[in-house]
């Protein structure tokens, strides 16, 4: 349930008042910057007449609103609160959800208040948005699982990353010069939901809906086309979704709810029954467009799967890399919209790129450090550089065994005995591991300078592994070619 809580501390500027913890709107927890300071896209603190919504549209991340009352609210100097849903159908969010992150923290740092859903319940029942098939179901302990796992995460990139006193994105209060902002909400829709019997849905929900429209539902009448079909559950998916926004605007005071473009439909579902519930018009949805490459897929998926934002489930490092590929044709776009570099700077990185000065990957580069940033801390992205730049063959960053295990989850590993290694040859060592298929193999590799261990270019065919070869005393690093890489962890000779 939604906790709010009168404190803000030592006081925050908006629209030119104080808020205290006398204020007749009481703010929640904050978390230690600028509470109501404004960003504009050129990266500077924005008047008070500059609007979230011209920052979002700039961007290219709003898709749909429902009224552009909303503009107007985003104006006004009662922060509004904003809320994005998450259902918890793995222990982690990964790369497609990041644009509802985004979004949220605009909101935030333009002195509104994000709050983050969390379907317990509607986990149960499975949303069929954008599915061809109905969604497997979730056992308890698994659900609980999951959203540990995503409020996690969540909180990590909203709570732990703390703009510079330097920061364009931060004002200093009159009361002090410390730097705050609202910090997320989160709850939990099990916690109203838990309470609430069939008959009770059916006579204060069902009764309002209309089942034509209902069923006139983009993702509806897309699964009613299909072979699959859909189920009553599924078809009533809407319905939760939308009582979700009415019990948060009567009991919390959350008038805006945002989504991705394929969540319009359950968005309006909301709007609609706050209209007919409470006979009120002052509630909005926004929707952002989904995140997909000029070619036509989803960015955030890769050959071995989503791009998980926990780093227990990807590094960072791994992480890093997948966004450094970013294709020359999307960068530009996924600077705009998972950043929160001004567009002016943007729009240089989008020239130099023209120009036959530019080095290549450099807008790539600033791509991966910002959202590794912003998803990962100051801390994550270190890691992540330091892997980079150690892990490159032919790097001359020295290789310790830390870097090694940074990529050791992400990259195929072996684990030999100590005296299989030392005292072998290196060509043996590679098809025992299993690198390679066969000796000659590695011999033609050698030959055409493809073989490095660890990091550095191997050029002798006879080459004989030695003990300090093995870094610490753990493992070594093989590399066929820049992209092929093995770990292989050595253990050491048995006590007797």
Excluded at 45 to 61: F, H, P, Q, T, W
Excluded at 90 to 118: D, E, K, M, Y
Aim: proline share 4%; hydrophobic share 40%.
């Amino acid at each position: 349930m939604l906790q709010i809580e009168s404190k803000l501390l030592k006081g925050a500027r908006y629209g030119g008042k104080i808020w205290r913890r006398h204020t007749l709107w009481p703010p929640v927890a904050i978390c230690g910057f600028a509470t109501c300071a404004r960003v504009s896209s050129e990266g500077k603190i924005a008047s008070s007449r500059d609007n979230v919504m011209d920052i979002l549209e700039e961007r290219g991340l709003i898709e749909s609103v429902t009224g552009e009352k909303l503009r107007q609210a985003c104006s006004d100097a009662k922060p509004l609160k904003v809320y994005c849903g998450f259902d918890p159908t793995a222990a982690s969010l990964h790369l497609g959800n990041l644009l509802g992150i985004i979004v949220l923290a605009w909101f935030q740092r333009c002195g509104h208040v994000p709050v983050v859903l969390l379907g317990g319940a509607t986990a149960r029942v499975g949303d069929p948005s954008g599915k061809s098939t109905e969604r497997p179901v979730l056992d308890e302990v698994t659900i609980q699982n999951n959203l540990s796992g995503i409020q996690a995460v969540l909180s990590n990139i909203l709570k732990a990353h703390k703009f510079p006193s330097s920061s364009p994105f931060v004002e200093e209060t009159e009361a002090s010069s410390s730097k705050v902002f609202f910090s997320p909400v989160f709850v939990n829709n099990y916690e109203w939901w838990k309470e609430f019997s069939l008959l009770e849905f059916l006579r204060d929900v069902g009764k309002h809906a209309r089942v034509g429209t209902m069923m006139a539902k983009e993702n509806v009448k897309r699964r009613l086309a299909s072979e699959e079909g859909i189920s009553f559950t599924e078809f009533t998916y809407q319905l939760l979704q939308g009582y979700d926004f009415v019990y948060l605007y009567k009991n919390e005071g959350v008038s805006v709810q945002i989504g991705g473009s394929d969540q319009w439909g359950n968005i309006t579902a909301g709007t609609d029954l706050i209209r007919r519930l409470l006979q009120e018009d002052s509630a909005y949805g926004l929707t952002f467009p989904l995140l997909v490459k000029s070619d036509g897929t989803k960015f955030g998926k890769s050959e071995g799967g989503a791009i998980w934002l926990s780093p227990s489930f990807l590094s960072p490092y791994k992480f890093y890399q997948h966004l450094f590929l970013t294709p020359d044709s999307d960068v530009i776009k996924f600077l705009k919209m998972l950043t929160f570099i001004g567009l002016p700077e943007i729009n240089k990185i989008e020239e130099a790129m023209g120009s036959s000065e530019y080095v290549p990957n450099t807008a790539q580069k600033k791509l991966a450090e910002e959202v590794t940033r912003f998803v990962h801390g100051e801390e994550g992205l270190a890691d992540a550089l330091k892997a980079t730049e150690a892990l490159t063959p032919g790097a001359d960053t020295p290789l310790d065994w830390q870097a090694i295990e940074a990529i050791a989850q992400d990259v195929p590993s072996s684990h030999l005995p100590l005296e299989t290694v030392v005292g072998s040859a290196l060509v043996d060592v590679c098809v025992t591991a299993g690198l390679f298929p066969s000796k000659g193999a590695v011999r033609r590799l050698i030959k055409q300078g493809g073989l490095y261990l660890n990091n550095e270019k191997v050029e002798d065919e006879g080459k004989i592994l030695e003990a300090v070869d093995v870094i610490d005393a753990k493992m070594f690093l093989l590399s066929a070619g820049k992209k092929n890489k093995m770990v292989v962890r050595v253990e050491q000779y048995s006590q007797s």
